[in-house]
T-cell receptor, first 110, second 115 residues
Framework: DAKTTQPNSMESNEEEPVHLPCNHS???????IHWYRQLPSQGPEYVIH???SNVNNRMASLAIAEDRKSSTLILHRATLRDAAVYYC???????????FGQGTELSVKP | DGGITQSPKYLFRKEGQNVTLSCEQN?????MYWYRQDPGQGLRLIYY???????QKGDIAEGYSVSREKKESFPLTVTSAQKNPTAFYLC??????????????FGSGTRLTVV
């Protein structure tokens, strides 16, 4: 199964942009790139997903490299409520399975 | 409001006992998934079901069983064969009919502790 690689942790200041990187060098042509975030003792929350083109929604933007081997989740203005573990995940075509990695723990300083 | 309900939120089990975790959704989603999360780790797939009366093993299915008799319900049984069942269990669902225009919805989890 294709895997993702993310930094274990990142820090940001409140109201500054945050760029969370993800490498997925073994991605196949039909795998979607999903991002979820999880607060302690809660279920993951959907953030954004994409296939080839960059995507924007009310929560974040997703920038996908041209060769699709990496992507970056962009939070335009970090707030204290954005502190969470962020997972970059490949959605595999077979059964629509999400394969989770270790995630990046984002801390936001006031 | 539509969503996924997992119950109970906390569950304690004695060694050697089977226990069933509930997962109910009113989103009319076709596919449902069970994940296990250990402290400081990502989620690992236990079982998934794409339609009623059908399910497939995930990466760590040993010691677990599921059923999918109704579209809304996907209960997970943790059997005595599961050697290390203490973990946080998460249920998720997805509407296959919408393709991948939408993400997956997760429940709030059940924390199982073996005592």
């Amino acid at each position: 199964d294709a895997k993702t690689t993310q930094p274990n942790s990142m820090e940001s200041n409140e109201e500054e942009p945050v760029h969370l990187p993800c490498n997925h060098s073994t991605i196949s042509g039909t795998d979607y790139i999903h991002w979820y975030r999880q607060l302690p003792s809660q279920g993951p929350e959907y953030v954004i997903h994409g296939l080839t083109s960059n995507v924007n929604n009310r929560m974040a933007s997703l920038a996908i490299a041209e060769d699709r081997k990496s992507s970056t989740l962009i939070l335009h203005r970090a707030t204290l409520r954005d502190a969470a573990v962020y997972y970059c995940i490949l959605r595999l075509n077979q059964g629509g399975k999400l394969i989770f990695g270790q995630g990046t723990e984002l801390s936001v300083k006031p | 409001d539509g969503g996924i309900t997992q119950s109970p939120k906390y569950l304690f089990r004695k060694e050697g006992q089977n226990v069933t975790l509930s997962c109910e959704q009113n989103l009319n989603h076709d596919a449902m998934y069970w994940y296990r999360q250990d402290p400081g780790q990502g989620l690992r797939l236990i079982y998934y079901s794409q339609i009623v009366n059908d399910f497939q093993k995930g990466d760590i299915a040993e010691g677990y069983s599921v059923s999918r008799e109704k579209k809304e319900s996907f209960p997970l049984t943790v059997t005595s064969a599961q050697k290390n069942p203490t973990a946080f269990y998460l249920c998720a669902s997805r509407n296959r009919g919408q393709g991948y225009a939408y993400g997956y919805t997760f429940g709030s989890g059940t924390r199982l502790t073996v005592v």
